[in-house]
């Protein structure tokens, strides 16, 4: 397990954020959208404000349809174990152009108490990854660690599940000023605006 | 195998003609063929699913990134997908073109299906799930044309119900 200072979800986003620019992201609900918001909301950002599991299953729908574009799925460790076939999968078609990030804080957060996971009593999902098929997985627990391992999936052009081990803890507040539907017509249009410009 | 191949042709035939580019399954008796032609066919992308609701994220997906898909299920299928089609596909407006086998209806003789037979159509306007059935070959072009139509207008998730008259030769 992690030790000394635990990372913030929060910071290890902003590791990640200035890649995520030129990618197609998929969000879950509730902490991980809040903190990818308050970064600076994109017209290529979906939050999947709901439908626990399926964010995975949503990028792998997009990467499958668009190979030219690269996913990221923003997943945790509550919503895989919701939809854990979805790793299989993943695994089965494996796409190059998706990325699985993990944020694992071993807990149910957002619901206003701390409910320990089935990954704070020992499950791995990196291990679970893995042994379903995913290509590449790997786990880190340190800002730089995530940066650089982010920056090697983007590279690595390989299906990878990153599991990243962060804090229990979420933002002050949960605000996301942009509607479900405005955002998803947003996302929509960024997904298909090379279809729109030729037509 | 008395699920009949020529009308999986069909109904696949009816798929292709309205531009269904992905199709995502959870193989079951009744769609043996269908998964089979999905299969062999270079311009479709076909999922095999580990369980049905992973299929409402995947067309989901594919919908938004500008591909027409298809769901190919057993009604027990439908049982298992129910929060994604409600919290995903109706929160976010997405329509999708469910293909759901009606099991344990008359005829069936598997006592293990007869109790989702029995919830399938009511549970389909519970969620308000427009839904058609397939029983002839005659009408499947029109109804699959025209269940596609209605999704795509009314963003919303139809179903067409694959009966035994259709699907099964005795």
Not at chain 1, 132 to 146: I, L, M, N, Y
Not at chain 2, 17 to 45: F, K
Not at chain 2, 108 to 117: A, I
Request: with cysteine; proline share 4%; glycine share 8%.
């Amino acid at each position: 397990m992690t030790q000394g200072k635990v990372m913030l979800r929060s910071e290890a986003l902003e590791a990640m954020y200035p890649n995520l620019a030129s990618c197609a992201v998929v969000t879950i609900m509730g902490a991980t959208a809040s903190e990818l918001y308050a970064l600076g909301h994109r017209p290529n950002f979906f939050y999947l404000e709901h439908a626990m599991g399926l964010a995975s299953s949503m990028g792998l729908g997009i990467a499958l349809s668009r190979p030219e574009e690269t996913v990221v799925v923003l997943d945790g460790d509550g919503s895989i174990l919701m939809n854990l076939g979805s790793l299989t999968t993943m695994a089965r078609y494996r796409p190059s152009n998706l990325i699985h990030v993990v944020f694992d804080n071993e807990a149910l957060l957002s619901v206003g108490r701390t409910f320990t996971t089935a990954t704070g009593t020992g499950s791995s999902i990196a291990a679970m990854a893995e042994a379903a098929g995913v290509p590449r997985s790997t786990t880190v627990d340190t800002v730089e660690g995530c940066r650089q391992a982010f920056q090697e999936a983007l590279a690595a052009r390989e299906l990878t599940t990153l599991v990243v081990k962060v804090a229990a803890q979420g933002p002050a507040n949960y605000h996301i000023d942009v509607h479900m539907l405005e955002n998803r017509f947003e996302f929509q249009r960024y997904l298909t605006r090379d279809r729109l410009k030729a037509g | 195998m008395p699920v009949s191949e020529t009308n999986s042709q069909i109904i696949y035939t009816a798929l292709k003609d309205c531009g269904v580019r992905l199709i995502s399954v959870l193989p079951e008796t009744w769609l043996v063929h269908l998964v089979t032609l999905a299969e062999a066919d270079a311009d479709a992308t076909l999922v095999r699913l580990a369980k049905e609701e992973e299929g409402i994220g995947i067309s989901a997906g594919a919908h938004l990134a500008g591909i027409s898909s298809a769901m190919l299920m057993q009604n027990h299928g439908l049982l298992a997908s129910l929060n994604g089609i409600v919290s995903l596909a109706q929160l976010y407006r997405i329509p999708l073109l469910m293909l759901i086998s009606l099991r344990g209806g008359f005829g069936e003789e598997h006592p293990w299906q007869t109790e989702g037979g029995m919830v399938t159509e009511a549970l389909l306007e519970t969620l308000r799930v427009p839904f058609e059935r397939l029983q002839a070959p005659g009408h499947v072009a029109q109804r699959v044309r025209e269940a596609q139509t209605l999704a795509n207008a009314a963003l919303r998730p139809v179903a067409l119900l694959l009966c035994r008259e259709l699907m099964w030769e005795d």
